[in-house]
């Protein structure tokens, strides 16, 4: 089972993509990061305290942890600089 | 309250908006209205255009809530929040916000509130296109999430 994965604002250029599909065997948003973070130094960089505001899954914006269900839709959400 | 929210990548029209809220806004003996519009000269090198993204539903309800808030501390009859997204050359609109209420203070009031939570909690980004053709995302700014935080 699959989890989507979107990235937003600068996140994208460190994705080189705005969406992709993750294997996904269960966990949560910090086991979500982890991953990510594991990936290499620009990932981790780019996923370092501070520098994701929020994680959504399933179009709810978490704060704090939060299961992420197989299947789920994830957004990774950098600092906002709308208005 | 009546409050209606839209996301999208045409302007607005200040006297159409302001008129349609009107019709919604009762007895209101105040009506606040902010609009900003994009800079040209933040930077050392000019704007060519500045880029805005979103996440869309998940924007639309962050500012309902914010809204939502924003009527649970002031006594507010409506509000009318526009924000664009998409490739914006300077001076054109970008955000759109009016606050009708019985009176001045809690429309001003309610107003900024409104404008500091979209800056610090609405999900969207912008990107800054230079004439020269580098572009880059903005940093978000502690000034902005200090305005927010003042409001406990």
Known sequence: MNIRVLYFGRLKDTAGCSEEQLPWAGGNTATLL???????????????????????VNQQVVRGEADIPPGAEVGILPPVTGG | ?????????????????????????????ALVVFQGMVRAHDTATPLAALFLEHYPGV???????????AAQRWPLAAVRVIHRVGSLAPGEQIVLVLVASGHRKAAFAAAEYLMDYLKTEAPFWKREDFVDG?????????SDDAAAARWG
Do not use: P
């Not at chain 1, 990510?36 to 305290?49: I, T, V």
């Not at chain 2, 924007?59 to 808030?69: D, H």
């Open chain 2, 59 to 69: 924007t639309e309800a962050e500012i309902q809530r914010i809204a939502s808030n």
């Open chain 1, 34 to 56: 982890a991953q990510l973070r594991a990936r290499g130094d620009s990932w981790a960089q780019a996923l370092a305290e501070g520098q994701v505001f929020r994680l959504v």
């Open chain 2, 1 to 29: 309250m009546y409050c209606h929210i839209s996301i999208q990548t045409g302007g607005f029209d200040l006297a159409a908006e302001e008129a349609a809220l009107r019709q919604h806004a009762g007895d209101a003996g």
């Open chain 2, 134 to 142: 580098s572009r880059r995302w903005v940093d978000a700014k502690a």
